[in-house]
């Protein structure tokens, strides 16, 4: 095995030989995560919708799961419209049988990750209340376009155009049911707040 090419939070991505990648888990909570996402594939290639794509079945040992996919062809981070093209297709999707997908959590391991930050005491305390506070608004929060399958994080490396013209998502781990504007929100923010995205390309 070779050394990680890329490391997130609780996993560990090498790449192998053969245009293959192994995704190895680096937590027991990231389990049932990872052996989810081989079947959100499954289900997802069945209604069409373009996806990274297991090899085999994951290989489980102790509390650590290692998956197999196929190497993706050459490409590139989505653009906006690719992106809005890629949700426009998976927010029509019939959802599949109960079980696969859960409810959207939106502040899934953000405790977390503030805990392990490495900034000033005052600064944690101040983004714990602040979570705190979004918890709350959230439960209480009204949307306007339903519920329906979501990405749950449709930024630009998660959704990528091979060089075929083909838009996929790569990351899985947060597909669930939840509000459409919640897939929605990320390039607003990208636009309005920061200026990544042109009037044009958000138009």
């Not at 944690?124 to 918890?135: M, Q, T």
């Not at 959230?138 to 013209?165: Q, R, S």
């Amino acid at each position: 095995m070779q050394t990680p090419f890329f490391s997130a939070w609780a996993t560990a991505t090498f790449r192998l030989p053969h245009q293959l990648v192994a995704r190895v888990t680096r937590t027991a909570s990231q389990r049932d995560t990872a052996l989810r996402e081989v079947a959100m594939s499954s289900w997802l290639h069945s209604a069409h919708i373009p996806v990274v794509r297991p090899v085999e079945e994951p290989v489980e040992l102790n509390d650590t799961v290692v998956t197999f996919w196929h190497e993706l062809p050459p490409h590139r981070p989505a653009t906006p419209a690719e992106i809005g093209q890629f949700l426009r297709k998976l927010h029509g999707t019939p959802p599949p049988a109960e079980g696969l997908l859960a409810a959207l959590r939106p502040f899934v391991r953000v405790a977390e990750r503030i805990d392990a930050a490495r900034i000033l005491a005052d600064d944690k305390k101040f983004l714990h209340e602040r979570l705190g506070d979004l918890k709350t608004r959230w439960k209480t929060a009204t949307f306007m376009l339903g519920l329906a399958v979501v990405h749950g994080d449709p930024h630009d490396n998660n959704i990528v155009a091979t060089d075929d013209g083909t838009v996929l998502a790569l990351d899985l781990e947060r597909f669930a049911i939840g509000p459409l504007e919640w897939d929605l929100t990320l390039v607003a923010i990208e636009y309005d707040s920061f200026s990544w995205v042109s009037p044009a390309e958000y138009q």
